[in-house]
Every structure is written in C-alpha cells, then in structure tokens.
C-alpha cells in the first residue's frame, strides 16, 4: 500500500524548470502503474510557492509539462531576438534581455516600466512644488533615480480563471502562500481539501476566518494575484507580495503525511568555488534566505523523527491540540548545479530535463512495480 504522501513545491525564476521537471517524473511514473491522471498513488496533498503554482496546475490537469516549458521558452527566444536582430544569442544576452524587456506573459522590464514610472514621478514633483518651490531630497531623488516598481507583471486573465478553477477544484489538497510586509501574516490560500487535511493533523483550529500570524483563505483570483507578487513589481499599500520571501516552502501543514517530497530549485550546500563577484554574492544571498525558512521547518520534522514512539507518544499525550506525532519520511530533490544569478532570469529545457531523470529514478526507489 502506497504511503500517504504530500510534494512541496518551491519557486525560483528561471529554475521553475526544475520543479516542472519533477511533476513531469511523478506523472511519467503513475502512468507507468496505470494511472492515466498522473497522480501518484497515495498522493494526497501538494504545496507550492511562487512560480511553482503555475507548473502544479498543469500537473493537475495532466498536460504535457515539457511541451508547455518548450514553449514558453521559444516565446521568450522569439521575442528577443526581435530586439537583438540575430539568431544566435549568448546566456548574457538572454539574461540583458530578460531583465530589460521582460518574459511575454509573464512580466514587462525595466524599458517598459522606468520611462512610465520617470512620467508619473515626474508629475508628482510638480503637483508638490519639488525643484522649483523646495529643493529636492536625497530621498526624491532616490524615489525617482531607484525606484522598487522596476518591472511590471503580465500574466493573463485567462491564467488566473483557469489556475483559480484548477487548484480550487484538485481532488488533492493544495495550497500556496503570500505575505503581508506590513502586518507579518501569512496568507495560506488552501481548498477545501487542503484545509481538511492541515485541521486533520497540523492545526485542529484551522478554518477560512481565524486570526494569528498564519491565516487560511480559499482559493481566489485576489490571492493568486498576490502569490507572485515580486518586490520588483512595487509594494502597494498593505497588499500581500508574494509568499516565498517569508517561506520559500510549505513543509509544515504537510506533516500528516508519512512522506513528504520537498522539490527545491536550489540546493542546501554552495555548490563550486565561492563567490568571487558581487552577482555570485547576490545568488549566495538568495540561496541563503531561501534555505532559512526550509531548514527551520526540517530541523523540527528530524527533532520529532529521532524522539522515537516511546517520546512521540509521551509528546502527543501532552500536546493540547492532540495531535499524533509520527515520523516523516523527508525525500529532498534538488537542483544539483550551480546556475548561477544571471540564469535565475532564463528558463532552461536542460534543468527539466536532470530534474526529471533525477526524479524518476528516486521514485522507482521508492514505489517499484508491482508484479
């Protein structure tokens, strides 16, 4: 019998591919057992952050998750060798490329959305009197010369209806997050299925109208709005931002499970020489606050793994919320090269596809065929 089973998902960019990549590997191995949807047997939840929504849609509408990577990819070639007027392109060209004009469909850059943001600033100068009734700050000037809006988002409404409609309606749990810089709450936006499961094992409290520093919501269109919300995009009043800078992945509420895969476009360890210039400095950097919110989550699922049945069951007599504590089996897949900061801008057919190979392999271990 196939363990209960929960996938934690985590974005990043350009490395998406390798989460794609892996959903690609489980939906490879359930058809192998004869499971035309592609869910894995004893699949019972999925959490996902950022840019790892999108690829767990597909996944849960069974479509080709390669073809649909391919596609995208040809895109954004498409679109920039319009700027660049040739057909070869390097990695930094790519990545200029990326940042400057953006990825269609999903976000404008910074020649989209400077000149816009130079016009409106330039208009609020005016209306306050700011270089011709006072001089301006060194705070203007940096609101002006280094604003926070420096790219724009694009995704469709199409992709909110259909996404919203997929993950609402999964006969899995599912659930994404967001974050409110101003309020620090994080917004768990879960189905019905996933809020079962989480009051099931993790919070018996749990429900769509609780307060406290973790708040549950239904899927909506409002919360995935703000599920991939970049800092780059702007920060707007009290609105959330996207939930990966305060935890990058869901482990917690996935603790009912006896397994938990824990996809990660990245890895725990640095992998090759150190850095040596400021954008290997800033790859380490985002490595760094990614795996701290992973690594807090791991250490307390190893804490309850070693207490062994006699201290988890001393600790669930205890426990007010009368939870049974069980070990975890954690299963991590990750990204297994150093990509580097200017390719976190560029999707890559060649990290779904080690990500997927990799996956697979690890899932034979784990479910063999059966005679």
């Known amino acids: ?41 004893g699949l019972e939840m999925i959490s996902c952050t950022s840019g ?3 690829s767990t849609a597909s996944y849960l509408r069974g479509e080709d998750l390669r073809a649909d990577l391919q596609r995208r990819i040809d895109d954004a070639e498409q679109a920039r060798r319009r700027w660049w007027l040739t057909t070869q392109e390097t990695p930094q060209q790519a990545a200029a490329a990326t940042v400057l004009f953006g990825v269609p469909g999903v976000f404008r850059g910074l020649l989209y959305a ?8 330039a208009l609020e100068f005016l209306r306050e009197g700011i270089g011709w009734r006072r001089a301006p700050t060194v705070e203007d000037l940096t609101d002006l010369l280094l604003p926070a809006r420096v790219l724009v988002p694009d995704l469709s409404d199409a992709f909110f209806t259909a996404t919203v409609e997929t993950l609402a309606g999964a006969p899995v749990g599912v659930v994404f997050n967001s974050y409110a810089p101003t309020r620090d709450v994080e917004y768990l936006h879960v189905n019905d299925r996933g809020l079962e499961l989480i009051r099931e094992y993790h919070d018996p409290a749990a429900s769509y109208d609780g307060g406290g520093p973790v708040q549950y919501r239904p899927i909506s269109r409002a919360g995935l709005r703000e599920a991939p919300w970049l800092f780059y995009y702007g ?16 482990v917690d509420e996935l ?7 824990a996809v990660r476009p990245l890895n725990s360890e640095w992998l090759g020489p150190l850095p040596s210039n400021l954008p ?31 201290g988890r069951a001393e600790l669930s007599k205890d426990d007010d919320k009368h939870r049974d504590y069980h070990p975890v089996d954690l299963q991590e897949v ?11 801008f560029v999707e890559d057919l060649d990290v779904f596809d080690a990500a997927r190979v990799l996956a697979h392999t690890r899932l034979r271990e784990q479910y063999p065929p059966q005679p």
């Open 334 to 344: 990750e990204l297994q090269r150093q990509r580097g900061f200017w390719t976190y």
């Open 235 to 250: 920060l707007r009043g009290d609105a959330a931002v996207d939930g990966a800078y305060a935890r990058s992945i869901i």
């Open 114 to 121: 400077l000149p816009r943001h130079y016009w409106r600033t």
């Open 280 to 310: 290997e400095v800033l790859d380490l950097q985002t490595e760094l606050w990614m795996n701290a919110s992973y690594r807090e989550q791991v250490r307390a699922i190893r804490l309850i793994g070693r207490l062994g049945d006699a």
């Open 1 to 41: 019998m196939a363990p209960r089973t929960a996938f934690a998902l985590a974005g990043l960019a350009g490395s998406n591919a390798h989460g794609s990549g892996c959903l690609a590997a489980v939906q490879r191995l359930a058809r192998e057992r004869g499971v035309d949807s592609g869910l894995l047997p």
């Open 255 to 261: 603790t009912f499970a006896q397994q938990i895969w």
């Open 52 to 54: 790892a929504i999108a």
